[in-house]
């Protein structure tokens, strides 16, 4: 009996991270295509203050991570990519390094912007960029500092 509730408790867990990883890639893809459409249409008010190739490298970026993470969601997709250990760690690979190159472009443009004084690309949505990619310096921070705390503690373990 307490192996029935066990085997179904697990099963409930699982259904239910499935279900929250939906709700969260959703809200994720919802708000890089609003962002992406901020990016997107700053020609089209002729804001000539935000014209620059790191704009274009951050509209390119997020179209990519935005593909990437409706392919991952979905299960058979997944499965795949993820069989095969040497071509999915490329992909993340590539992936990293893309999003350090974001997190630079992101950071220095929105910066040069309000340096500028840019009035045409002030909206809601750049500082929806901006928070995010402070968000993402944070997250890869605390992973390297993380694996550095661990790696320290690690080496002073084997060392006894």
Known sequence: MKTIRKTHTVTHSSNYLYWVAIVINIAVIVIQALIINYLYHLDSKNCKCAAD???IYI??????????T???????????????????????LILFIATIINIVFV????????ERRCKCSESVYRTILYVENIIEISGIALIVFGGLFFGVHLSIIKSR
């Open 53 to 55: 190739y790191r704009r």
């Open 59 to 68: 509209i390119v970026f997020l179209t990519l991570f935005v593909v990437d």
């Open 70 to 92: 409706i392919l991952m969601s979905i299960p058979p997709v997944y499965k795949l990519i993820s069989s095969n250990m040497t071509i999915y760690s490329i992909i993340r």
């Open 107 to 114: 950071y220095d443009y929105i910066r040069e912007l309000k």
